[in-house]
Structure formats: structure tokens, C-alpha cells
């Protein structure tokens, strides 16, 4: 694993280890949490815009539409259901 030396602002080094105690986690998990996010988050838009580059947006928007007008409301799970399927309290 590499050891990175970085330099931030005292405000924001106060604020980020604040959310990282906040969220039970040490600053390093924090960060290290924080840029894979970044990173995954590009990585997921370059992907997307490759596969979408070619794609004719508005026959795309068209068929999405018409998928979800066949669509149909129903009943969704109560709180009380999702609670004991995900084993909470």
C-alpha cells in the first residue's frame, strides 16, 4: 500500500475529521473512502459515455418513456416488512 504525504487546508483537515468521527471511521479510511468514491464516479461516467456516444438520445429517451408508461403502481413493501426482510429491530 502506498503512503501519500498531502496537503490541505486547517478548516477542511477539521471539518473532513469531523465527518470521519462522525461516521466511526479514522480520517485515512475517510479519505481513502472519499477518493475511490471520486474515482469510481469517473470511471462510471467514462463508461457510460462510451456506451451512450454513439446512441441516438432522443429514440433512447422515447423508449424509456414508453417502458414506463407500461408501467403499473402497486403495492410496495411497509416499513414493517422491509424492517424484518433486512433483520431490524
Do not use: C, Y
Not at 463508461?47 to 451512450?52: A, N, Q, S, T
Request: glycine share 6%; charged share 30%; proline share 2%.
Amino acid at each position: 500500500m502506498a503512503t501519500l504525504s498531502i496537503r490541505i487546508r486547517d478548516d477542511l483537515k477539521r471539518k473532513v475529521q469531523e465527518l470521519a468521527a462522525s461516521q466511526g471511521v479514522s480520517l485515512n479510511n475517510f479519505i481513502n473512502a472519499s477518493v475511490a468514491a471520486a474515482v469510481a464516479q469517473d470511471e462510471t461516467l467514462t463508461f457510460f459515455g462510451d456506451r451512450l456516444r454513439d446512441v441516438d438520445l432522443e429514440a433512447l429517451h422515447d423508449r424509456v418513456v414508453a417502458t414506463m408508461r407500461q408501467t403499473k403502481p402497486g403495492d410496495g413493501p411497509t416499513a414493517e416488512e422491509l424492517r424484518q426482510t433486512l433483520g431490524g429491530d
